[in-house]
DNA sequence: GCTATATCTACCTCCTGTTA
DNA sequence: TAACAGGAGGTAGATATAGC
């Protein structure tokens, strides 16, 4: 099948763009808030018009006049209280962000939650310090060093309490003492100080509305709906915890000084040898830059994620969790530095915005005082944080920003797709020529403001959204188009579904001779680069594959394996597929990668509706569409994917060793083994320091992302699809029949 | 301030009854 | 006779509370 409007030819790209140069844009927005451009301000769409990659144009039609308008904003859908929207309502347009911080931290609870904490700055070592430090034996260890150590082992292997318990009251047998904290109320004591900026928070079940930190030797909070008093209850579940943002970031920039040298500043790449921008890291993109225009250059940013997992195998109870990661650090230091900052467990759907409200509400205290810190010099410093990137699925994203569903209309928050009826249900994007306009933050707002007054969706915007007073925070800029769940599990397994659906399908790969063929290939093929990741199983299994493997495959195995197997078209679409992606996921992104990963998208999009037909154009093949610009507002894909915050998952699973308090049990636990490699460090000898720290140290698994990543020539990988041959990190797997791979090197490449 | 004990929650396993 | 559903009882561990 050869179609001439499915294999487009490339477009020269470079004539139908204007570069605006980086400084110049920086300072215009340093003065005046007003547009937003990203480096090169007018890319082409697929009908070859001029539109803005940022603002996503500003052309948007005329909002369709809805005659039942019904006033409902003052209703409390929302769960946050009316006087904290009045206090907000000001903040649209054009206001100071140094201003709407302080708004957000200027209420009479908030500043006195604020004392308190000041108050609690503390020593968070002060128990395990009083601990008695003589040897146990000549040349032996003390209580101290030994209660240390031995926690540091109970917490990598998530230990319950009562193995805590046991194990230190045997100690005290053996060394014939009673000073190790053998009893919980002793264990809880030592862990007081470790848990001073874990938070349990209430809110009330009628009203839907926050009321407060619970706090020691202070009346129970009271909602302000109802002036009620709220209290803890597991049947209800009206509470959750949190860790005080500041005192993470505290302690992640004076545990990583030392190594950092305290330079922990996110800068932008220079140009490339064409002086084409690159799109290296998250302070490359358009978003970074307007946040450094706003609140200075000196910021570092952070990403939040937010998604819900079953907590338990036979319950219907689920974990929502709040991560967050930090953009200061190194590429590959920042997935091991993902920390929990709220927990709800619960059996109905999580009150997302409630739960967002103690952060964002910490988010603002931190972007206008910054944090305090000592660097390893001793030197007090202060560094200003903000929010860059919120990660979700598809399913969190809609409840976290306030928009309709994937699959209703108007259900891609990136654009204004209308959606396709399609059975009974809005679900399918077929494509539209002229490609829908892109949402802007402004369209945002003049949608939410709509659908306020009307109390009606409007263009796929519900509701206000929490998130939305993050400071320097704009839906739907800010909000990354993710790459695990859209591209991974979303269209690659799809588009095996599709080629394993009908053996009288002319794609059809899933033939006993075609599968046993692609089973062998994938077995004998060993990635070198890819060593310690996931291994992949049968073709046949590709229902169960996780979204590394789907990756391993779509990016590594499947063009080579399926040269023979497939037919040309279909390959053709794949291969544009899989090199757009692989575009966009390199560690450095040229202007010229993302217009040619957006062009070959569009390609994609045509020839999948064209070849299946547009029952299967789904929401995650459309979304790929926006993952150009979405480079160039947030960076490359790969430092805003849910892979790291999904990964941690299993360990917060694993800190569950009750049905009880299960929330709590999570941050506890999440908090202790943040802070024993600080208490290790400090209290502990040398040779027990070094054990204890290796015991407590994240092993650093490979991820199984591109091996353009990993340093393979450019000119190799670009040129990946075109050859019935892969090139995997400078390796060439040439021939299945030798079923390995050989160096590129002694080919002659 | 601290300890010991009771209480509570919710998951898991086993048993029994029902249905096809 | 197999498959399934539902209930009873067992259990771990967090939390509450009485009492020293």
Redesign the pocket.
């Known amino acids: 099948m050869k179609n001439s409007s499915m294999v487009m030819l490339y477009i020269d790209s470079s004539e139908k763009r204007q570069r605006v140069d980086g400084d110049e844009l920086f300072e215009e927005e340093f003065e005046e808030e007003s547009t937003t451009t990203d480096s090169f301000d007018n890319p082409v769409d697929s009908s070859g018009d001029v539109y803005d990659y940022t603002t996503g144009g500003e052309s948007l039609q005329e909002p369709v006049e809805d005659e039942t308008q019904r006033d409902r904003s003052h209703e409390p859908e929302d769960g946050f209280s009316d006087e904290f929207f009045e206090e907000q309502s000001d903040e649209e347009g054009d206001g100071n962000d140094m201003e709407q911080c302080e708004n957000l931290t200027s209420n009479e609870s908030d500043m006195e939650e604020e004392a308190d904490l000041e108050d609690q700055q503390c020593d968070i070592l002060s128990t395990l310090r009083k601990l008695p430090n003589d040897p146990l034996f000549q040349d032996g260890p003390s209580i101290a060093e030994l209660t240390v150590s031995v926690l540091s082992v109970l917490i990598k292997h998530s230990s319950?309490?009562?193995?805590k318990i046991d194990l230190f009251g045997v100690m005290n047998v053996a060394f014939k003492t009673r000073l190790f904290p053998d009893?919980?109320?002793?264990l809880k004591?030592l862990y007081a100080p470790i848990l001073i900026p874990m938070r349990q928070h209430l809110f009330c079940k009628s009203c839907y509305e926050y009321a407060g930190c619970t706090q020691k030797g202070k009346d129970a909070p009271v909602c302000p709906k109802c002036k009620r008093e709220v209290k803890?209850s597991?049947?209800d579940e009206n509470f959750f915890y949190t860790s005080d943002l500041n005192s993470t970031f505290k302690n992640l920039l004076e545990k990583n000084s030392a190594r950092y040298n305290g330079k922990f500043l996110e800068t932008p790449s220079s140009r490339g040898e064409k002086d084409e921008k690159l799109f290296k890291d998250v302070a490359d993109g358009s978003v970074h830059l307007k946040l450094r225009g706003r609140f200075g250059t000196d910021i570092n940013t952070y990403n939040f994620f937010g998604d819900a997992a079953p907590?338990?195998?036979?319950?219907?109870?689920s974990i929502f969790s709040l991560m967050i990661s930090p953009n200061f650090l190194d590429k590959a230091d920042r997935c091991h530095q993902v920390t929990l900052g709220a927990i709800w467990v619960g059996r109905k759907e999580p009150p997302m915005d409630i739960i967002c409200l103690p952060f964002v509400k910490d988010a603002a205290r931190i972007a206008t005082h910054g944090v305090d810190w000592k660097d390893h010099d001793g030197k007090e410093r202060n560094t200003k944080l903000l929010p860059l990137v919120a990660i979700a699925d598809t399913v969190a994203r809609p409840k976290l920003i306030g928009s309709a569903v994937h699959n209703a209309p108007f259900g891609c928050f990136l654009c204004h797709h209308p959606n396709d009826e399609c059975g009974q249900a809005y679900n399918r994007f077929t494509v539209r020529d002229p490609a829908p306009t892109l949402r802007s933050h402004q369209s945002w707002q003049r949608d939410l403001k709509e659908a306020i007054e009307t109390g009606e969706p409007t263009r796929g915007v519900k509701k206000d959204s929490i998130i939305a007073k993050l400071p320097g925070f704009e839906i739907p800029e800010n909000v990354g188009a993710e790459a695990m769940h859209a591209g991974d599990i979303g269209h690659t397994k799809t588009l095996l579904k599709i080629w394993s659906a009908n053996y009288r399908d002319p794609f059809y790969i899933f033939s006993p001779y075609k599968r046993a063929k692609i089973d062998e290939y994938i077995h004998n093929v060993r990635l070198p680069s890819l060593s310690s990741s996931r291994l992949m199983t049968g073709i046949s299994d590709f229902r169960t594959w996780k979204a590394s493997q789907a990756k391993t495959w779509a990016l590594h195995l499947s063009l080579p394996i399926l040269t023979d197997l497939q037919q040309t078209e279909h390959l053709a679409i794949w291969g544009r597929y899989i090199s757009a992606y692989w575009r966009l996921c390199k560690s450095s992104i040229s202007e010229s990668d993302i217009l040619e990963a957006q062009l070959l998208l569009e390609e994609v999009s045509h020839g999948h509706q064209l070849l299946y037909g547009k029952t299967a154009m789904t929401s995650n093949l459309h979304q790929t569409l926006h993952w150009p610009v979405t480079v160039t507002r947030l960076g490359p894909l790969t430092e805003y994917t849910a892979y790291p915050y999904e990964g941690k998952f299993p360990a917060i699973k694993r800190d569950v060793?009750?049905?009880?308090?299960t929330s709590?049990?999570v941050m506890e636990r999440a908090l202790l083994r943040e802070m024993l490699p600080i208490a290790a460090e400090e209290l502990l000898q040398e040779d027990l320091k070094d054990f204890t720290l290796k015991i407590l140290e994240r092993k650093k698994r490979k991820l199984a992302c591109p091996p353009e990543v990993r340093g393979a020539r450019k000119e190799e990988t670009a040129s990946f699809f075109k050859y019935h041959k892969a090139v995997v990190n400078g390796y060439v797997i040439r021939s299945f029949e030798s079923q390995k791979y050989k160096n590129t090197d002694k080919l002659g490449q």
């Not at 319950?160 to 193995?163: G, H, I, K, N, V």
């Not at 009893?183 to 002793?186: E, S």
């Not at 907590?311 to 109870?317: G, I, M, T, V």
């Open positions: 319950p309490d009562a193995l009893t919980q109320y002793q004591k803890k597991v049947k907590a338990f195998e036979a319950s219907k109870k060793t009750s049905t009880k308090g709590q049990q």
